[in-house]
């Protein structure tokens, strides 16, 4: 049921762009994009549900193909503080349980 | 900014004994989990609490394991007889809604020898 995320890691020039995956084998409800810092917790940055409602920053968008229960993150013009690694989180229903993948590792570098 | 809280940052305790984590959620949040984190590894999901009962739990979540909200502010997990596989990054999380995403504590480092 773990999400499928590639690249598992990217390396970027500051300015650069990227765009992360996840893809499931199950429909899903809803999915969840985060980053973490090396120590730190993850930090919530958008979620997307069925139906194509999309809440989250401004500064980062992000995809949602119910068909192919798939999603990408857009990453554009990053900058050194991008980097982290980004865990998607999927959920097949009810809201309550949140599955994460193995993560992408993102290196933005001057 | 309202912030998620847990205590402590870092318990070492040894193997069999029970220990109790802490956390603060966000004040108007309604959903509370927890997650664990083994060193270098992904986020697990440990379990859900809405309405004052348990909405999801994983295969993780066995009955070593329980939470609870014993006033209006504290959400804890308790873990009755620890094992060395239990340390982790244990990370509690609140949400405003199912429908939105999980606001992570600062974790605590869970050290079992």
């Known amino acids: 049921q773990q999400p499928v995320q590639s690249p598992q890691a990217v390396i970027l020039r500051e300015g650069e762009d990227a765009v992360i995956n996840c893809s499931s084998s199950k429909a899903l409800y809803s999915v969840h994009w985060y980053r973490q810092k090396h120590g730190e917790a993850p930090v919530f940055l958008m979620i997307l549900l069925k139906g194509g409602e999309q809440k989250g920053h401004d500064k980062i968008s992000a995809s949602f193909n119910e068909k192919k229960q798939q999603s990408s993150l857009y990453l554009t013009a990053s900058q050194l503080s991008y980097s982290g690694t980004y865990f998607c989180g999927t959920d097949h229903g009810g809201g309550f349980k949140t599955i994460f993948g193995a993560g992408t590792r993102l290196f933005v570098k001057a | 900014e309202p912030e998620v809280t847990q205590t402590p940052s870092h318990q070492v305790t040894q193997m069999g004994q029970e220990v109790i984590l802490r956390c603060v959620p966000i004040s108007n949040h309604l959903y509370f989990y927890w997650y664990r984190q083994i060193l270098g590894q992904k986020v697990e999901f440990l379990v859900s609490f809405y309405n004052n009962e348990i909405s999801e739990k994983s295969e993780i979540f066995d009955d070593q394991f329980s939470v609870e909200r014993p006033d209006g502010s504290n959400f804890t997990l308790k873990i009755r007889s620890t094992k060395l596989e239990d340390s982790a990054m244990y990370f509690c999380?609140?949400?405003?809604?199912?429908?939105?995403?999980?606001?992570f504590g600062p974790g605590t480092r869970l050290t079992v020898t």
């Open positions: 999380a609140s949400s405003e809604s199912r429908s939105w995403g999980r606001y």
